[in-house]
């Protein structure tokens, strides 16, 4: 009896173990098969004003600046300016040897001279060839001179008649010869043509320079009107449609890192600037030029780098979202996920929607969206999502790839939680 006892014992014993056993491998299939949660951070739909801006780069310059190319030859006898130097609008800027130029003048005027004479005489000659003819005319009208000899006198005062016209050819071209070679002398004294600083200075006192006949000439000196400044930046070719003129701009200036000055854009270039061109690195920029507003409480330089922020629209009160919000999605992804190998016609594909995953009673949904425009930090939402919904802003990779429509999430908006994946 005691050992049947005993028998039935081990029975419920290894029953019982068996059983435990089958427990604990259902729950963990259960387990496997259970759908993982993913955390999350949240944040609400709201009214916001979103300012779009486009950044570019560039420089600092006069809105007008004058190069000084001298247009005759010669070695620089004078230069009483210096660079950082304000001048007022016919002061005298520098002065080339004249003495070559002056020979040139005298040479010309005596030329001049030569032909004004030799024109007086042929004017003489003419005049008594004329009379000759005329006293030729009447003696052969009256039978007193041959056919031959009236003929001669007319030949003669013909002649004559031509050369006074050479001469007053020659007269003419000795006048343009001077005036050229006073043209030219007037040329090696150089004065400025507006109030303005001296801002660049790239000759001294006894170099000889170069005018501009011999291709550009040597440019000597730079003047600029520093009371009007602009920033010259280059914007990319995909920004340059969102800017117009009279855009505000603000400009940051690296010689100035704790000032904010205004500007308002005043031209686009109509063609575009391409460096690089035929490899992955071509990049095509349009100059877009801005006025600086009230240049003088500034201590702005030519060529000073600056970094303009274009103010290219302002929507005020619109409902908008974290700009990481907003992500891409096919309809129906999460199927595509569960079944990587099964493939649509592609006259079927689904076209890919921009979407914002909206959380409730911690599952969320894949809400299609439209957005309008954005700043730095949030987008504009014009359709799709309603004021005080709750919408996933992290983390990136949780946005970007492990939610779907459906998927089950929990908040961790008291948590410190790194954004994983940001920017990457």
């Not at 190069?67 to 009483?80: A, F, Y």
């Not at 071209?173 to 070679?181: F, I, N, S, T």
């Not at 974290?322 to 595509?336: F, H, L």
């Not at 999430?409 to 994983?420: F, L």
Request: charged share 20%; no cysteine; hydrophobic share 40%.
């Amino acid at each position: 009896m005691a050992t049947n006892n005993k028998k039935k014992k081990k029975i419920f014993i290894f029953s019982g173990a068996g059983l435990l056993v089958i427990i604990l491998v259902a729950a963990i299939i259960i387990g496997g098969k259970k759908e993982p949660v993913i955390a999350v951070q949240t944040e609400k739909v709201a009214q916001r004003t979103i300012t779009q801006v486009v950044t570019a780069s560039g420089s600092i310059q006069p809105t007008v600046e004058v190069k000084i190319n001298p247009e005759v030859s010669g070695e620089i006898v004078d230069l009483p300016v210096v660079e950082g130097q304000r001048v007022t609008k016919g002061e005298l800027l520098l002065k080339i040897r004249p003495d070559t130029y002056m020979a040139q003048v005298q040479q010309n005027e005596a030329a001049l001279q030569a032909a004004q004479a030799n024109l007086e005489l042929a004017k003489a000659n003419n005049n008594k060839a004329q009379a000759d003819f005329n006293r030729a005319k009447e003696m052969y009208a009256k039978h007193l001179m041959s056919a031959s000899d009236l003929e001669n006198a007319k030949t003669q005062y013909e002649v004559t008649k031509a050369q006074v016209d050479a001469g007053n050819s020659d007269v003419s071209q000795a006048e343009g010869a001077l005036k050229v070679a006073q043209d030219n002398l007037n040329k090696t004294t150089i004065h400025s043509p507006m109030d303005g600083v001296v801002s660049t200075l790239n000759s001294k006192l006894g170099e000889r320079v170069l005018g501009t006949n011999f291709s550009l000439g040597t440019e000597v000196m730079d003047v600029a009107d520093m009371a009007s400044m602009e920033a010259q930046v280059d914007v990319d070719e995909n920004d340059v449609v969102l800017v117009a003129v009279g855009d505000t701009a603000i400009l940051s200036v690296d010689a100035l890192p704790d000032v904010k000055i205004k500007g308002v854009v005043y031209q686009i270039a109509t063609s575009g600037s391409t460096t690089g061109a035929g490899t992955q690195d071509q990049v095509t920029n349009f100059l877009v030029k801005i006025r600086v507003i009230n240049p003088s409480a500034y201590e702005l330089r030519p060529g000073m780098s600056v970094t303009a922020d274009i103010q290219t629209a302002t929507h005020n009160n619109v409902l908008s979202v974290p700009i990481q919000s907003v992500t891409i999605r096919t309809p129906k992804a999460e199927e595509g996920a569960k079944n990587p190998n099964a493939s649509k016609p592609a006259g079927n594909r689904e076209k890919a929607q921009e979407v914002v995953f909206v959380v409730n009673k911690g599952t969320v949904k894949a809400v299609p969206v439209k957005r309008g425009i954005s700043d730095d930090n949030y987008v504009e939402i014009t359709s799709g999502l309603k004021q005080g919904e709750e919408v996933v802003s992290g983390s990136f990779v949780a946005i970007s790839r492990e939610l779907n429509d459906g998927s089950k999430v929990r908040v961790e908006n008291n948590k410190t939680v790194a954004m994983k994946g940001v920017g990457g």
